[in-house]
């Protein structure tokens, strides 16, 4: 398996621009989750799905932020406007249930500048 | 809201030594608690777990210490080698609900 793969890796975009940040994750798990990194704040769940079903969107920071999930295979998150405070590295990872470790196999990150 | 403190921030380690980092939380529902390690450039990857039945968990060189009673777990790397040169993340888990610490850079000198 190609593990779970994210898109674009790099972003850089203006403020006030739609950004839309990809995922595809493990075949056959049934969560996946969206994080984002900075240096101040660390790793944050902003949301996480099963079954393709949000459960806890907590942690979406505003309503700029929003995230879907329109099959099991694909997984979407768009922040609009964008802000230069959106700038960090956002994670997608997928698990799942059954797995007695909990393991989340995580994408290698889509690097996130707002400028 | 931080549901998993984390400390310290960063760690400078000579080669061979204990790297030791804690984390303390809030929530008694939490009932798994691994630890992920990350490399620049890298997500992070799960490195070992405990669950709170148990008060230690060994794998090669790392070991986490859990006290339930006090609500706090840390980690001991044994040996510490320049590829441990990482971040750490310790976390708690709720069934698939997973909170993660602020993290620790750990460099190790050789």
């Known amino acids: 398996d190609a593990g779970v793969i994210q898109s674009p890796r790099h972003e850089v975009t203006e403020m006030g621009q739609e950004v839309t940040l990809r995922c595809k994750p493990i075949?056959?798990?049934?969560?996946l989750f969206w994080y984002r990194q900075t240096m101040m704040r660390g790793l944050e769940l902003l949301i996480y799905?099963?079954?393709?079903?949000?459960?806890?969107d907590s942690g979406m920071p505003e309503d700029r932020f929003s995230a879907k999930m329109p099959n099991a295979s694909f997984s979407t998150l768009k922040i609009q406007p964008s802000e230069p405070r959106d700038s960090a590295v956002y994670f997608c990872?997928?698990?799942?249930?059954?797995?007695?470790?909990?393991?989340?196999?995580f994408g290698p990150g889509t690097r996130l500048t707002v400028t | 809201q931080q549901q998993v403190k984390q400390s310290p921030q960063s760690l400078i380690v000579q080669k061979g030594g204990i790297s030791i980092i804690n984390c303390a939380y809030e929530?008694?529902?939490?009932?798994?608690f691994p630890w992920y390690q990350q490399f620049p450039g890298k997500g992070p990857a799960l490195l070992i777990a405990?669950?709170?039945?148990?008060s230690e968990k060994k794998e090669g060189r790392f070991t986490i210490s859990f006290n339930k009673s006090a609500k706090q777990f840390s980690l001991h790397i044994m040996d510490s080698q320049p590829g441990d040169s990482a971040t750490y993340f310790c976390?708690?888990?709720?069934?698939?609900?997973?909170?993660f610490g602020a993290g620790t850079r750990l460099t190790v000198k050789p």
């Open positions: 990872a997928s698990s799942f249930n059954g797995d007695p470790r909990r393991r989340q196999y």
């Open positions: 405990i669950r709170p039945d148990v």
């Open positions: 799905f099963n079954n393709n079903v949000p459960i806890d």
């Open positions: 075949s056959g798990h049934d969560y």
């Open positions: 929530n008694t529902a939490f009932d798994y």
């Open positions: 976390a708690a888990s709720n069934n698939n609900d997973m909170r």
